[in-house]
């Protein structure tokens, strides 16, 4: 039998699903495919994601959150449901206490729908918490004790940004500009340079292996295949690196400039801290190439990427559900100091 506290972190791009005692037993993406004449769901999580792109006119692939929240309420309950019920079994189904994190500047009314939707989906109990706050959990970092700690956690809606102190968020700011804004940057950019509309697949696929945000942080090409907006034919254009990083430069100067913001309404003392300690990256945004480097000449202070920073939000739930006295000031188990 399992135990009955289940951490999610339910993603614009991604689910994650932590179990108490056994730790990460799901990630998915969070992706739908339904048909839109029945309103039948086809597929879901992974097997959705393979038909992003590639379907017909009356099967859509739909992704339920946007931006962070949930979009479509009925879809991310079944959604929901079906990972939960993939990741624990029907035999052993019983109502969990679920703790679910949040972007930091969510409304009550986003808080609600996120609620309702756990409740739904057969919670016993549902506790929110911010998502900054287990990214910096997960990520190692002692946020308990009464000294700053910064973490920019960037996901594939949103961008969370917060110095926290004696387990509490201090200062913080969120903005929706994350993954998916970086690919749709990507896209605009090949479409205004070359004539070429792609899709979202391939423009996350430029971000991860060919794009950089530094110069000269990369020198590598990939041919790219698309359609030509001039004749309506499939064409082929060769990608640079640098080319990428004029196109990623509005986004990734909104989020820098987020940090910055942060930081000046940080208080001297744990500003202070920070600039001893740095500031920690997680969240899949983090992986694009060159951002700790161009943010840490940008904000004159360290900046780390964590370890696994995707499964960083999803690992804080699983320390907080492991350690049921969070405002305790003593050092948390399984936590390390930057």
């Known amino acids: 039998m399992f135990s009955k506290d289940v951490g999610v972190d339910l993603g614009t791009a991604t689910v994650l699903i932590y179990v108490r005692g056994k730790g990460i037993i799901l990630a998915e993406p969070s992706v739908v495919a339904m048909d839109l004449t029945t309103r039948q769901v086809l597929a879901i999580g992974e097997d959705a994601q393979r038909m992003v792109g590639r379907t017909p006119g009356s099967i859509v692939a739909i992704r339920p959150l946007r931006d962070g929240v949930i979009a479509d309420f009925e879809i991310t309950e079944i959604m929901l449901k079906y990972f ?71 996901g594939g809606g949103t961008t969370d940004v917060a110095v926290l102190s004696l387990g509490d968020v201090v200062t913080s700011a969120s903005l929706r500009v994350a993954g998916d804004k970086l690919d749709d940057a990507i896209i605009k950019f090949i479409k205004r340079e070359y004539n070429l509309l792609i899709g979202e697949r391939t423009a996350e696929e430029l971000k991860k292996s060919v794009a950089t945000v ?33 196109a990623l430069e509005e986004p990734v100067s909104a989020i820098i400039q987020a940090a910055k913001s942060v930081l000046e309404q940080t208080p001297p003392e744990l500003a202070a801290d920070i600039f001893d300690k740095g500031v920690v990256l997680t969240g899949g945004g983090a992986l694009l190439h060159g951002l700790d480097k161009r943010m840490s000449e940008e904000l004159q202070i360290p900046v780390h990427l964590a370890d696994h920073p995707t499964e960083c939000v999803v690992r804080g739930t699983g320390v907080l559900l492991e350690w049921p006295q969070p405002g305790r000031k003593s050092r948390a188990p399984g936590r390390r100091s930057m």
């Open 214 to 246: 530094i110069p000269g942080g990369r020198s590598d090409t990939r041919d790219v295949r698309g359609r030509d907006l001039m004749t309506g034919l499939p064409k082929t254009v060769t990608v640079h690196s640098q080319d990428l990083a004029r």
């Open 84 to 154: 939960l019920r993939k990741a624990l079994g029907n035999t052993s189904w019983t109502r969990p206490r679920m703790m679910i994190c949040i972007p930091s500047g969510t409304t009550s009314v986003e808080q609600k729908a996120v609620r309702e939707a756990a409740m739904a989906c057969g919670a016993r109990q549902v506790e929110l918490v911010e998502e900054p706050r287990a990214a910096a959990v997960g990520a190692g970092l002692d946020i308990f004790q009464p000294s700053g700690c910064m973490v920019v956690d960037i």
